[in-house]
């Protein structure tokens, strides 16, 4: 019998972590469980290739020294047909400078893109590092947090404010050509949006994934940050925090119930047997893990549950780690040699990306993949043995649900696929792989527990965003159990590695516990 | 000196003559101008062929506003709307789906697919009449501007807000999903019955570039079920003597009231004197005087054809040149000497009498829509098909048959070729696609009409063969249609209005456009600030 504490973390993932230091500084007791032997869950070198920049709002609540963040001189490549390559800089005016070979009115308008997007993201910044209001009874601080996004909005020039008006339910491909010629350009801007989307790029409503990505990261292709060791030394960094501030961390730990009493959490039970005896739950799981799964049946009301299940939250996105004995060639990047210190992506254009999407709409992986590919330990020696090399892709579009065919018989397909779309930018890469990695959908699921192996736990949908994640009604990070709650990437702001859905969850938990 | 009027209306399609009744009854003295042989626009009835009658382009009376038929007592002028009883959806298996106006017959339908979903079409049609009860009022109501709502605009968004509010959870929920999602990612959340789902997320497609999985389709599922709360008579039917009938009674109802109206008087330019419409100039070089120019044709049209992008700022020039319209549906009508047979439900029988719907599955859907992606006309694509002449005998000879097949989808826009070399092409494909559902069709067909969307944007003055005027996408609609800040039926020309399709609450034959533009010209309609202007002749609200 384990002491009981304040609060059980469900998770060891940047949320779960974010949200036990919260707390452990509050004062309350608490402890972590995590399933797998190591910290981080997606936010680990296997899964995440780059960081956005740390929100203020995480800076603020709590410090992260001893990180050494690497910004690449280029952010993305785009590699095209031909060896055409446009490199996207952090510093904008030479992106413009190498569009200007490309093509001049492109040239000109990215200028205007940078300006009245970077405008108009600061609004959805302003709704998203804050609860989402509550519609029934808005609170003094719900009122505060719309002023201050409507204030932001009147503030906004009319053609940017109507630009946000619009831009949120077009399909990704309309909002690029409308600013863009190039079809690669185009191409590189529409894939950010479509990044663990089930949409393709003319699919309505993939503009809203793009300005929920710009949020946390402005740069049209965001910024490729990287921190030296790569994403596990960020998550190390918040497990630091959690344990100095008194939280207790437990690897090898997996949930088998959420022990609820009457309407009102007392505990978990962990896989071993054990019993943790607790004030709370915080589960930075998936909703729908958490609420189906986890929870005794017949304890969530039905209609909660039918809602739950109704969260879209197929994942399509898979990861490819590949160790290399030598340094990959791209021939496009010769005269940019910097280029492999940011991203690469492949999918030379629109068209492309789309085929891809269908591949996913009738249950199949995409024969011709859109990669985003990084290759870490040219920038960072501590990620590879001296001359050897590692090589991180995400490549879609890999549906969780396969008709006809498993994950198992379609993993080898994905590998081939995705190592001939990547030689087609770098030949004779086959010939220097030592080891290949594959991390399908379904590993993302029943390894790293996230909700249908989708990265952002549930698409980032109009409907699925807001006042209406995970569910309308439930946007206030609270549940229909008392004393159980949930915030994961599924929750409000939703996906990326930025901890604020752990960080204002964890705020609302430690409020609830004052008041009982 | 040339002839003066209150006011002008370009264009003389549903939309221009319900606009112009409007000022008429209020005392103005309207000239309508048409540049084909017929009124009607897209409403139109033609024959096309001896004897034959076709709705050569809409088809079917949808969302008709019943204030307008009371209030222009369209009924005295002709108009007779008769019933289009249910979709039948042939399967390729054999199978079928038939649903109908009676609910318990259609319940016991689907229960032949899925005793679920027999379950849960109760449920959803009941959510859906209380969807469309919160959405009704925001069809007769002028869209504040977002940017500079004015006083009336806040109001009525804080109305707007406040009735979302107040709405059960659960409705709000189902609101919020059906403005957003995908028409299929919403009936996923119904019914397990694929072809149900293929069939009814059809009409979320009509007239637009998406798919029926792409986001923001789902909301049209409404317009199935408003005609229901609209009650008193029927909004989905034919109009008997087809559709033209229904332009033909406005118009009526317009002369009656004092309008003229002129066919084969084709605008060349709208006359602009600084910053103000004064009238317009004819093809034929007749010039005509008016204070006010209410346009019913496409913004395209009217903006950068007759205005003149020197007349306009250089922001609305852009929004205008970005308004979609990729028109994607076509029209295939057939005269046909008997019934087809479809092998799903052989011989005649009721299934005929209303609409025949080739929808079998969600892919079969999606892989229409994949074919236009890339710039060509769906191999095997979705129809909506009618025939009106078993409901209403005066459109074919006796015994004959007229058949109205809407296809989706023909891409405005061909990677190969013009819609000229390929319109046989397509009228066949449309054939053979029938002919696997209806083996016997090849047989009977006496006369053909092929409709592409090239068609209609040179005879009917649709832009790109849109038939909505513009896409009927979420970032084209309310506030946004046609271009953001001028949703209030006003331009940025003084005295110019826009009354068409491509304005709130958008296409089908509603007429909505027509009245609410009727009204802000009169002062009476709109909210916020620009609205607020009276119209041009100082009327009192």
């Given amino acids: 019998m384990t002491a009981p504490v304040d609060v059980v973390v469900i998770g060891a993932g940047h949320n779960g972590l974010v949200a036990a230091e919260q707390l452990a500084r509050g004062g309350l007791s608490t402890v972590v469980i995590e399933r797998r032997p190591g910290i981080g869950g997606a936010a680990s070198n296997g899964l995440a290739h780059t960081i956005p920049p740390v929100h203020p709002a995480l800076a603020r609540a709590m410090s992260l020294g001893g990180l050494e963040w ?15 390559a446009i490199p996207f800089y952090n510093d904008h005016r030479k992106t413009i400078e190498a569009l200007s070979g490309i093509s001049a009115r492109d040239a000109e308008r990215y200028g205007t893109f940078v300006e009245q997007l970077t405008a108009a993201v600061r609004v959805v910044g302003a709704v998203l590092d804050r609860p989402a209001p509550d519609m029934d009874a808005p609170s003094f601080g719900d009122l505060l947090g719309l002023g201050g996004a409507a204030r932001r909005f009147r503030a906004l020039d009319r053609r940017t404010a109507y630009g946000l008006l619009r831009w949120g339910p077009m399909p990704i491909a309309d909002f690029a050509s409308e600013w863009f010629g190039d079809e690669l350009l185009q191409a590189a801007i529409a894939a950010r949006g479509l990044l663990g989307a089930m949409l393709g790029p003319r699919s309505a409503g993939s503009t809203l994934t793009y300005l929920h990505q710009l949020a946390f990261d402005p740069h049209p292709t965001g910024s490729g940050l990287t921190v030296a060791g790569g994403t596990i030394a960020f998550s190390a960094a918040l497990a630091t925090a959690a344990t100095a501030a008194g939280a207790t961390i437990r690897l090898s730990a997996g949930v088998r ?21 607790c004030r709370a739950v915080l589960s930075a799981a998936g909703p729908k893990q958490t609420l189906l799964d986890l929870v005794e049946p017949g304890v969530i009301p039905p209609d909660t549950v039918m809602r739950t299940r109704n969260i879209r939250a197929q994942g399509v996105t898979a990861k490819i780690n590949l160790s290399l004995d030598a340094l990959p060639v791209f021939p496009a990047l010769s005269a940019l040699p910097s280029a492999l210190g940011g991203r690469i992506h492949v999918g030379p254009d629109v068209d492309y990306l789309e085929r891809a999407f269908d591949a996913a709409k009738y249950g199949g992986s995409s024969p011709s993949p859109w990669l985003e590919i990084a290759v870490p330990s040219t920038h ?53 792989i030592v080891n290949a990695e594959v991390i399908t959908p379904e590993d993302l699921e029943l390894t790293y527990g996230m909700d249908g192996g989708h990265i952002h736990h549930g698409e980032h949908a109009l409907d699925q965003m807001l006042v209406a994640r995970p569910l309308l009604g439930m946007s206030g990070y609270g549940s229909p159990v008392r004393g159980l ?7 409000h702001p939703g996906g990326g590695i930025t901890g604020l859905p752990g960080l204002l969850a964890a705020q609302h938990v430690a409020a609830q516990l004052k008041k009982r | 000196m040339p002839q003066k009027y209150d006011a002008i209306i370009i264009g003389g399609g549903h939309n221009g003559l319900t606009t112009a009744a409007y000022l008429a009854r209020a005392g103005r003295k309207v000239l309508v101008l048409e540049r084909r042989h017929v009124l009607g626009g897209a409403a139109v009835t033609e024959e096309v062929f ?17 204030e307008i038929i009371r209030d222009l007592d369209l009924a005295r002028h002709g108009l007779e709307i008769l019933p289009l009883d249910g979709t039948f959806t042939p399967m390729p298996d054999g199978n079928h789906l038939w649903r109908t106006n009676d609910h318990g017959q259609t319940r016991r339908e689907i229960a032949r697919h899925s005793r679920l979903d027999a379950e849960a079409y109760d449920e959803y049609s009941q959510a859906m009449i209380e969807m469309g009860r919160f959405v009704k009022p925001i069809m007769a109501m002028t869209p504040p501007d977002p940017t500079r709502p004015g006083l009336g605009g806040l109001r009525d968004l804080a109305g707007l807000a406040n009735r979302f509010r107040h709405l059960p959870l659960r409705d709000r929920y189902n609101q919020l999903q ?8 919403f009936l996923d959340q119904w019914f397990e019955t694929d072809v149900l789902k293929a069939t009814m997320s059809a009409s979320g497609i009509i007239g637009t570039f998406l798919g029926v999985r792409s986001p923001g389709t789902a909301y049209v599922l409404l317009h199935h079920y408003m005609g229901e709360i609209d009650g008193a008579f029927r909004s989905w039917g034919f109009s008997r003597g087809g559709t033209g009938m229904v332009s033909e009674s406005i118009a009526a109802a317009a002369r009656l009231a004092g309008v003229e109206i002129r066919t084969e008087a084709a605008v060349a330019k709208i006359i602009v004197s600084n910053g103000t419409a004064t009238g317009v100039i004819l093809e034929n070089g007749d010039y005509i005087l008016a204070d006010v120019v209410a346009s019913s044709v496409d913004p395209r049209l009217t903006f950068m054809k007759m205005t003149g992008a020197e007349h306009l700022p250089e922001d609305f020039v852009e929004d205008i040149g970005r308004y979609k319209f990729r028109g994607s549906s076509g029209k295939v009508n057939l005269a046909l000497d008997a019934l087809p047979n479809f092998t799903a439900m052989p011989g005649d029988g009721p299934h005929l009498r209303g609409a025949i719907s080739i929808s079998p599955s969600v892919d079969y859907m999606e892989r229409a829509y994949d074919d236009a992606k890339y710039g060509s006309f769906s191999k095997r694509p979705y129809m909506d098909i009618v025939i009106p002449s078993l409901t209403d005998p005066s459109v074919a000879p006796p015994g004959k048959h007229v058949m109205s097949c809407f296809v989706q989808y023909a891409p405005y826009h061909l990677k190969d070729g013009s819609w000229d070399e390929q319109k046989e092409a397509f009228g066949d494909t449309v054939i053979n696609t029938i002919a ?3 083996p016997n069709i090849r047989d009977i067909i006496l006369h053909r009409q092929v409709v592409t969307p090239l068609d209609l944007e040179r005879e009917w003055g649709l832009s790109e063969g849109n038939i909505f005027q513009g896409e009927l996408t979420l970032e084209q609609l309310f506030f946004l249609r046609p271009a953001p800040g001028w949703a209030s039926y006003r331009t940025p020309i003084r005295n110019l209005y826009m009354c068409g399709s491509a304005t709130h609450p958008g296409g089908g034959i509603m007429a909505a456009p027509g009245r609410n533009a009727a009204m802000a010209i009169l002062g009476r309609g709109g909210t916020g600030a620009r609205a607020k202007q009276r119209g041009p002749w100082r009327l009192p609200v």
């Fill in chain 2, 436 to 438: 696997e559902f209806a």
């Fill in chain 2, 178 to 185: 059906l403005m957003t999602m995908s028409a299929v990612g």
């Fill in chain 2, 50 to 66: 001896p004897g034959f009658k076709y709705s050569v382009c809409s088809y079917v009376v949808s969302l008709l506003r019943p």
């Fill in chain 1, 380 to 432: 960072d020696g501590s990620r590879a043995p001296a001359g050897r090399h590692v090589m991180s892709i995400y490549a879609q579009y890999a549906p969780r649900a396969l008709r006809g065919r498993t994950w198992t018989d379609e993993r080898p397909v994905l590998l081939e696929n995705v190592l001939r779309a990547a030689e087609a930018v770098a030949p004779g890469l086959r010939n220097i």
């Fill in chain 1, 257 to 277: 119930r959420i022990i609820v009493a009457g309407d009102a959490v007392t505990g978990v039970s962990l896989e071993s047997g054990e019993t943790i005896e």
């Fill in chain 1, 70 to 84: 690497m910004k690449p001189d280029i952010a993305l490549t785009a590699v095209g047909a031909d060896g055409k």
């Fill in chain 1, 485 to 491: 709650y949930l915030g994961s990437a599924g929750s």
